[in-house]
């Protein structure tokens, strides 16, 4: 079974809800005019983009985004989805997006005076809290008197979180800040709390490890993940729980244990903290039936 909703938010502000459950691979094409920005994001499975007559492909992978822009030329939707594949797209006008830009223009590169008006393309990771906007977008199940008010604010959060560039947990910022030796130690003691994340090790234990002095290894950390070790392994969790209770396979319970947290009520309010939600009302909220 394969569906495609078309919300128009606003003027020149349009959401697609691209949906695969079949077989078979499913096409769908539609006219974008130039000066339009496109948003999308792989929720699940793969989807490829086809241009010039199928000449050229860019593939859209899960828990991934693109972003497409070209001033000078139509950017006409030509979708290719997988089986089982969700895909979720933004399309927003240059001249609404930079409105909500306007004071930061610099902030947005493409939407700095030298590259307003060139071509754009990049490829990024879906964060954990756009992941939540993402599910929820699929999992509407709302009244219908309030469906357009509803999208249009999950529209402009998805637009703010993608450009929230230092949620991302493995985002390496600033690798150049500390010598190359430093770096590789740093990225080892990323490595052991993840294998470790339900019972990480100490600060100091963890930098005896990898051969860090404690305030090495703790500027160290920040400069190139912008966050603090612990703080970098709360998001990791909470984005691996989210994952778990997305597969249908686990309660609540079981999820917490599986990160590393005895008590129920702890997960509970870890999860809450991160998300602005319980684990269960996110479960209700992309399963209503559970």
């Given at each position: ?50 241009f ?7 593939d ?110 493995n ?68 984005d ?15 999820v ?21 939600t ?13």
């Open positions: 079974m394969s569906s495609q909703d078309i919300i128009t938010i606003e003027d020149d502000f349009t959401l697609l809800r691209f949906q695969n459950d079949g077989d078979e691979v499913y096409f769908t094409q539609r006219e974008v005019k130039s000066g339009l920005i496109q948003f999308h994001f792989g929720l699940k499975g793969k989807a490829k983009f086809l010039n007559q199928g000449n050229y492909a860019l859209l992978k899960e828990e991934k985004s693109l972003l497409l822009y070209n001033p000078q030329k139509e950017l006409p939707l030509n979708l290719e989805i997988a089986p089982n594949s969700w895909v979720i797209s933004v399309i927003i006008s240059i001249q609404k997006f930079h409105n909500l830009f306007s004071s930061e223009a610099n902030y947005i590169t493409f939407l700095s005076e030298d590259n307003r008006d060139k071509k754009y393309y990049k490829e990024g990771d879906i964060s954990p809290s756009m992941a939540i906007v993402l599910s929820q977008l699929f999992h509407y199940n709302l009244h219908p008197s309030i469906k357009n008010l509803y999208y249009k604010g999950k529209g402009y959060e998805l637009l703010s979180l993608y450009f929230n560039r230092t949620e991302d947990p985002a390496e910022q600033c690798p150049f800040l500390i010598d190359e030796e430093n770096v590789l130690k740093i990225k080892k003691a990323k490595e052991i709390i993840l294998a470790n994340m339900a019972e990480p090790p100490g600060l100091q234990e963890l930098a005896d490890e990898v051969g860090l002095t404690l305030k090495k290894l703790k500027m160290g950390f920040k400069q190139i993940y912008g966050d603090t070790v612990y703080g970098f392994l709360f998001d990791y969790k909470m691996s729980a989210r994952k778990l209770l997305d597969s249908g396979s686990y309660n609540v319970n079981e917490g244990l599986k990160i590393g947290y005895s008590t129920g009520s702890h997960f509970i309010a870890a999860f809450k903290k991160k998300f602005g319980t684990p269960k009302k996110y479960l209700m909220s992309i399963n209503p039936n559970t």
